[in-house]
């Protein structure tokens, strides 16, 4: 792996500020470097401790600020940006703030800081321990499985999905007991900061190699906000439980809750979290029993928003020209609750582990309907060599 000299762009220089008469406008002016562009933040006493973007990717050396209130007070700082996206540090603060600090900006938020304490700290990591930094970073990526991958961005790439992953782990907050990750740090965009979902947290079975406890940890928020009837959010975080009501039932998501708490458990093997993920994993199969097969067939539709349920939201031909999922008996949720649950619950037995399985222990005695057996008769075949744990298609 060959590291480089890369400069980012310089610090916008001579900043300024002029307001209007009436102070319900301001002019905000730089210096313009060609080939870089300008974003604009602001903060105000009406929104104390924190910056707000107003302006991005400005190929100019000014910004005009409308629409102020005549009775607040503002400060903005400018940041540079170049053709590769990399950004410089922001510039010097210009306004009419007068002498009150973002640190009192922050304190008087509410957000439990200071200006003695923030400074305080900051200047505590001028001291701080780099050499144990690396080598508590060495040991977290010691864990993670090493290939032979010839190309120098490929295997840059390959590492630096594990720092993604680690970047986007949050600590616990809220109603979150436990670490939770989020899609995007920076911005905070939309549903990419709400909180976790079943098929995002495929993501746990590469980061569980490079931090175990954290991954399970990851997996208990779901075990600690599930319904008494077996229930799991559609998406859970630290300030979200969404439910997504829709035709008298919540939506939930794909269930590969219990496949990823058995992936996570066969890298770490930890049987205080294969007990807790078996308690867990039997109430939401038996929700599934439960409240996903509303013809009593035997077999299972999506439902609820279940659009969004089969994490098929987006132009998927069936929806779109022939109708609602759940309006379709499901082949993908046939898989994973016949042949794939028999294949862990023979993987448990041999091994006298029952706490993982996405079945309950006795699934191999439940009488299913002639129907279901006919169908996994004449699409089990199919569907396995199609796809490994869900397949593209209903029937």
């Known amino acids: 792996m060959k590291l480089s000299v890369d400069p980012f762009p310089l610090v916008p220089q001579n900043v300024s500020v002029q307001f209007s008469l009436n102070n319900e406008s301001a002019v905000v002016h730089w210096d313009q470097v060609p080939g870089l562009a300008y974003n604009v933040y602001r903060r105000t006493n009406s929104t104390p401790g924190r910056y707000d973007l107003v302006a991005e990717i400005l190929n100019a050396s000014g910004y005009l600020d409308l629409g ?26 210009v306004g009419n703030v007068g002498m009150r600090s973002f640190f009192e900006d922050a304190a008087q938020a509410g957000e439990n800081a200071n200006a003695d304490s923030l400074r305080s700290a900051a200047e505590n990591l001028l001291s701080y321990n780099m050499e144990q930094a690396v080598t508590d970073d060495e040991a977290l990526y010691s864990r993670i499985p090493r290939f032979a991958i010839p190309d120098a961005d490929e295997e840059m790439v390959y590492w630096s999905a594990f720092s993604l992953i680690r970047q986007c782990m949050l600590p616990p907050e809220g109603q979150c007991s436990y670490n939770y990750y989020v899609f995007s740090r920076e911005p905070q965009w939309g549903w990419g900061h709400g909180g976790q979902v079943f098929h995002e947290s495929l993501t746990m079975l590469a980061y569980a190699f490079m931090d ?4 399970m940890n990851s997996q208990r928020v779901y075990l600690e906000r599930q319904w008494a ?32 708490n058995w992936e996570v458990f066969q890298i770490h093997p930890d049987s205080a979290f294969l007990n807790e993920a078996y308690q867990s994993g039997k109430l939401f199969y038996q929700y599934w029993l439960n409240n996903r097969d509303a013809d009593n067939d035997g077999l299972c539709e999506w439902s609820a928003h279940a659009v969004l349920e089969s994490v098929r939201d987006g132009k998927v031909a069936v929806w779109d020209q022939v109708g609602w999922p759940s309006d379709f008996e499901c082949l993908d949720l046939l898989l994973v609750f016949y042949p794939c649950g028999r294949e862990w619950l023979i993987r448990c037995r041999q091994r006298s582990y029952f706490s993982i399985l996405l079945l309950p222990a006795n699934f191999g005695e439940i009488t299913v309907s002639p129907l279901w057996r006919q169908m996994i008769r004449t699409t089990t075949r199919w569907a396995i060599g199609t796809v490994r744990y869900g397949c593209s298609g209903n029937i």
Do not use: C
């Open 68 to 93: 102020l209130n005549p009775d607040s007070t503002y400060g903005y700082v400018v940041v540079a940006r170049d053709s590769l996206g990399k950004f410089s540090g922001h510039s010097v603060e």
């Open 229 to 260: 009837d077996g229930y799991i959010n559609y998406r859970t975080g630290p300030y979200l439980n969404e439910t997504i009501p829709y035709n008298g039932q919540y939506t939930t998501s794909a269930p590969w809750y219990n496949w990823e």
């Open 212 to 215: 175990p406890l954290s991954a």
